[in-house]
């Protein structure tokens, strides 16, 4: 029955999210790809400040991103500290660190994804939250500095396509 009523709330939480971002003329543009690899003083800093539990306001004041928001292939950047696939659209910084975007990847493909990008960064998978169904799925990581949860959803769009919320979350 849980399982059920976490399965409805993703549903609505994105179908919202969808809605919303159709209603209010879209998101905000991708910026432009960085070439190479090394970061400068000023990403440096800007990751010094988002790890240093900055708020919100100045962390999206930052001109920078760390080096975990880059996607697989290195050729777009995003000011999150989360990591994104390649092929992502529609990406939406919903503040306090929730981001929400679509991504030309299938469903098992994200799911492998993120288990396999944050088990890198040293987080944990607390197995009891995860729920993967053919067309949605929701897990939960542990081991961030801040001490909350980072909870990764997503929904299957159809044709190759997901749409992925993460947030920190106190679960």
Not at 34 to 49: F, P, V
Not at 86 to 98: K, Q, R, Y
Request: glycine content about 12%.
């Amino acid at each position: 029955m849980k399982k059920k009523v976490w399965i409805l709330a993703l549903v609505v939480l994105l179908t919202a999210s969808l809605a919303c971002s159709l209603f209010s003329g879209g998101s905000k543009p991708v910026p432009p790809a960085q070439s190479g690899g090394n970061q400068s003083s000023a990403e440096q800093s800007s990751a010094e400040q988002s790890s240093a539990g900055q708020s919100a306001e100045a962390q999206s004041s930052s001109e920078a991103t760390v080096g975990s928001g880059e996607s697989a292939g290195g050729a777009q950047n995003f000011e999150t500290e989360f990591p994104v696939p390649d092929g992502v659209t529609n990406f939406t910084d919903m503040g306090n660190g929730a981001i929400n975007f679509q991504a030309k990847i299938g469903l098992q493909d994200a799911i492998s994804f993120y288990r396999d990008s944050f088990g890198k960064l040293g987080y944990k998978e607390r197995e009891i939250n995860t729920a993967i169904t053919d067309s949605t799925f929701s897990l939960v990581f542990d081991g961030h500095a801040n001490g909350k949860a980072i909870v990764v959803q997503g929904v299957d769009l159809g044709s190759g396509s997901t749409n992925i919320n993460i947030r920190f979350e106190d679960i």
